[in-house]
Nanobody
Framework: QVQLVESGGGLVQAGGSLRLSCAASRSIFSINAMGWYRQAPGKQRELVAAMTSGGSTNYLSSVKGRFTISRDNAKNTVSLQMNSLKPEDTAVYYC????????WGQGTQVTVSS
C-alpha cells in the first residue's frame, strides 16, 4: 500500500510557473514508477510525466521542454516543475505510483488564466 498526498497546485497566469509535490507514505526507492496524470473537465485522464526507479522519464508531448519531473528517494517525494504554463494546462493533477498495482493521490487543481 502507498498513500500519496499532493501539494502545490493553484492559480497562475499564462507564462508562469508552479511546482507540484507528492509525498508518499513509504519509501519510494523500490517503487517501479511514479508520476503525474491530469484530467481536465470533459476529458480523459492523461499521463503528463513519469519516472521509473531507474531514472527513465516519459513526458506528454505537449509538455516536453516545459515540465520536469524529479524524484527524491531520501524524502520519498516526486515533484513536477511546470514552467511556461498555458491555459490548456488547466486540470486536476494526480500523483500516481505503480507498485504491484496503481495508487493515486487525491488530486490538486491547477488553473492557468489567459
Amino acid at each position: 500500500q502507498v498513500q500519496l498526498v499532493e501539494s502545490g497546485g493553484g492559480l497562475v497566469q499564462a507564462g508562469g510557473s508552479l511546482r507540484l509535490s507528492c509525498a508518499a507514505s513509504r519509501s519510494i526507492f523500490s517503487i517501479n514508477a511514479m508520476g503525474w496524470y491530469r484530467q481536465a473537465p470533459g476529458k480523459q485522464r492523461e499521463l503528463v510525466a513519469a519516472m521509473t526507479s531507474g531514472g527513465s522519464t516519459n513526458y506528454l508531448s505537449s509538455v516536453k521542454g516545459r515540465f520536469t519531473i524529479s524524484r527524491d528517494n531520501a524524502k520519498n517525494t516526486v515533484s513536477l516543475q511546470m514552467n511556461s504554463l498555458k491555459p490548456e494546462d488547466t486540470a486536476v493533477y494526480y500523483c500516481w505510483a505503480s507498485h504491484r498495482g496503481d495508487y493515486w493521490g487525491q488530486g490538486t487543481q491547477v488553473t492557468v488564466s489567459s
